[in-house]
């Protein structure tokens, strides 16, 4: 029988294992590698920010005290500079460029800084941030993830009238359902929104989903501009033998179900897990896993380590918390026993001459007891297609430079259209892009 | 290895590095863990007459720091000793007995009679201290009692205090010099004609080293007010160096001995100080902050140096640098200078650029065909050095000499092989025509 089970901890270990990653710098820690900040000119760091938010600046104000003024630089590029202190991949955007790399190989702890000035901020603030005089304009955001959000609050400092519809229950999207309960402890989604609402002008419509309850034709009617925020929906099958026995899980979906659980306790894991995938979303799943007590915890991608989506730095944390990495090996078959997981077969793949992927005939099986399938997230463009089309591209929407899609008065960002990264910061970019875009078409 | 031992107006000690009359130095306890730590000699903290001073019983010192919280600047509003004179006296008597090889020199400072000095030197004299220093520089308290740096910023009265002392003892006098002055030179002429044996100098600098902006009053605050205090520490060295050089080159107290104080953290700064003449050196402010263990390093960076340099005694490079003291007039302005920038040491913080083009010649590159890339454009540098202080990575930019002869892409005159400074030059009116 596949040994899944909840409660494998003892209740104290979990508070332990799903406190931060990262501890937050103290006073005296922040100020010391605020000191380290050369103030470059042009900053490297700001140009690898997404949302080119005035690092040098920022770091500065910390050095001489002016926390809060560090936070507003912060916020006045990026209104969830709070999660992005937390989520980013700092190492590979903003710390990857800092110069002290050169110097020294130890970039300033950008993204630790970050959230020093911005939880500062958020103690002592309800908002960020004062509404222009109201233009009588109406947007609508449809999605309240990152994207969604960083428009709403965009749009409502320029004194527009935003409302959010949101398909689930709650407000936050991927902070709130997908990142790593490690990374955004103590609620800070939820408290995040708050902070981002608190502006006010924007009102959150939750339980309302587009193509289900309204419809793009009808947002078009109502509202002066439309924001399309949705994220990715649907998982990619692994498209092998078995993959719907019991035991083989959508990562994602595991992932939301954790993260939702005021009491970790309550979620089932493997003995033996296999996570198949390589990207963030893997790393986390893993790392989720055995911090809930998983003895054996695997994840297998089918190409090399320089290939995965999950950066080096990443990899590495996974390694220390004790997770396998295996390299080169593609699912080929779940195979059961009763009606639930026993193991998947995997044959080692390698790159012919022509540099593709290709099988290499030797096969490889792992015992697992739980399956957790990570390999992507795609778009589901079903709601926005109700008579009115927006043209995709790749399989999401098209837009141009200012988040326009192919439909007059519709703008789109984050997860959802072509060419992102699908990274909160870029999701918070794109937001913020679209609402300068929709306020300058909105005041011509 | 090079031998660090100094003869300083017959004061004999094992190395030149000498603790300056301070906290450092008040009492028989400090004074024994110093030797003990290896310095050469101590200054003991000023005495004055029965009763004895008293301190303020809030803070008394304040500070300016640099990156990392590391102590730039330290600011003190202490008096002389607040200990009883026969307290002092009896334990610079045993101190000097257990430690014949060190040198111990006794700091004084009492009002401005005759009567005053000869009276306490008679007592220093018992104790068979090496010399004594005449205090003329303390800023704060006992200035505003005649004494310190008000008598100190009075050529006249240091002249005539020198004498009383040189008169009244055997021992050799020393006068601590105050920086609270506008020409540095008048003071150490009057030591000098007062027959003092030698300067030390600096004293501490008027100072109030930050106001506090919640309560609105100087810092160090006591019960809600603040006075200025005397500065030192690392920050002040480059005005105490550039004090000490002035009485260095001056034709009338050129050769007379100093003790340089000021600022000295390291080997380096106290071979700075040995390189413009001193023959000794005090350290007060680095001891303040690190403890007394850090002469071992400055004992070791200093014969290393030496022993790298050939010099075998400190006199073989003693005053090295006081030949090439000049007055701006005189500097070769046909010597011409441009940055460069070693790319392979370059981490591209764009600083060198910033300065240079913000607030100096324009002549740093940010972007080379679409590149992020620091170059000097030789066409535009003044040679002015700031890039190479702003710059980040030690080395990383250097000033590089042009040849003679070749053509200076600035001006497109060639670089003349012969030296030419302001005294003849024709935009000065007053130059002097060349024969
Ligand atoms: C497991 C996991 C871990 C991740 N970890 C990181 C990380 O560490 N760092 C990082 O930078 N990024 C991470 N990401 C990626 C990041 O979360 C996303 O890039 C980001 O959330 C995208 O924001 P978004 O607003 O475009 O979409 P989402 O956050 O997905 O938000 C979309 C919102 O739209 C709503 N919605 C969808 N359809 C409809 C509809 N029809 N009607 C109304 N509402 C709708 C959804 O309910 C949701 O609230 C992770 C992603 C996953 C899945
Ligand atoms: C390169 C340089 C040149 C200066 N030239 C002048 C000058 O021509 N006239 C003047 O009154 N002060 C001059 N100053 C002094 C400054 O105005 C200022 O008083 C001094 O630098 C102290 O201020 P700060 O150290 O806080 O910047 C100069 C300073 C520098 C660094
Ligand atoms: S690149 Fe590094 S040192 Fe330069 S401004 Fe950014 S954080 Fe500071
Ligand atoms: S030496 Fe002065 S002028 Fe020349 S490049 Fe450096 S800062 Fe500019
Ligand atoms: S200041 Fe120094 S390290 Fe920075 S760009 Fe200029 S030369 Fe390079």
Redesign the interface.
Known sequence: MPDISAGRLDAADYGKNFSDVHPPLGAHEA??ES?RC???????CTNACPTSIDIPMFIRKIGTGNVVGAAETIFSSNILGGMCARVCPTETLCEEAC??N??EDKPVRIGLLQRYATDHYLDRHAAYGVRAPATGRKVAVVGAGPAGLACAHELALKGHEVTIFEARGKAGGLNEFGIAAYKATDDFAQREVDFILGVGGITVEAGKALGRDITLAGLKADFDAVFLGLGLQAVNALGVEGEETAGVVDAVRWIENLRQSPDKSEIEVGARVVVIGGGMTAVDAAIQAKKLGADDVTIAYRRGAAEMGASPYEQELAQVNGVRILHWVAPKAVVSEGNAVAAVDFERTALNEAGRLVGTGRMVRLAADQVMKAIGQTFVAGPIEDGETVALESGRIAVDEDMRTSLAGVWAGGDCVRGGEDLTVQAVDHGKRAALSIHATLSA | MADLRTNFLGIKSPNPFWLASAPPTDKKYNVERAYRAGWGGVVWKTLGEDPAVVNVNGPRYGAIHAGDRRLAGLNNIELITDRPLELNLREITEVKKAWPDRALVVSLMVPCEEQNWNSIIARVEETGADGIELNFGCPHGMSERGMGSSVGQVPEYIEMVARWCKAATRMPVIVKLTPNITDIRYPARAAKRGGADAVSLINTINSIVAVDLDSFAPVPTIDGKGSHGGYCGPAVKPIALNMVAEIARDPETFGLPISGIGGIETWRDAAEYIALGCGTVQVCTAVMTYGFKIVEEMIDGLKQYMDGHGFSTIEDFRGLAVKNLSDWKYLNLNYIAKAKIDQDLCIKCGRCHIACEDTSHQAITHMVDGIRHFEVKDEECVGCNLCVNVCPVDGCITMEAMTPGSVDPRTGKVVPAQYANWTTHPNNPSAVAAE
């Open positions: 100020v010391v000191d050369y103030f470059c000119f042009d900053a490297p110069v002290r050169l110097a």
